[in-house]
Nanobody
Framework: QVQLVESGGGLVQAGGSLRLSCAAS????????MRWFRQAPGKEREFVAR???????YYADSVKGRFTISRDNAKNTVYLQMSSLKPEDTAVYYC??????WGQGTQVTVSS
């Protein structure tokens, strides 16, 4: 059984930082592409970042230079370090593995 559990969301002021975690079970984060997505109220879910099993990393233009995706194979966990947060980063953040598996999401709210 594949399970993803996100954590680390919260309320932060604009310009602040948060680190999201995605703990996986049933799949190894080192052998699958891991993705972060987000969904703001009234909007479609959008891609944020991904890390391939080779270590190649990609970011959405909207977060490039502010967000960093990484993984800890020993902990089977993927992280999203978010800095210089903006109100428009407010959303529920989801991690994804093997395309079809999703976590329950963690809320990030950035106040102006």
């Amino acid at each position: 059984q594949v399970q993803l559990v996100e954590s680390g969301g919260g309320l932060v002021q604009a310009g602040g930082s948060l680190r999201l975690s995605c703990a996986a079970s049933g799949r190894s984060v080192s052998t699958y592409t891991m993705r972060w997505f987000r969904q703001a109220p009234g909007k479609e879910r959008e891609f944020v970042a991904r890390i391939d099993r080779s270590g190649m990393i990609y970011y959405a233009d909207s977060v490039k230079g502010r967000f960093t995706i990484s993984r800890d194979n020993a902990k089977n966990t993927v992280y999203l370090q978010m800095s210089s947060l903006k109100p428009e980063d407010t959303a529920v953040y989801y991690c994804n593995i093997d395309v079809v598996y999703w976590g329950q999401g963690t809320q990030v709210t950035v106040s102006s």
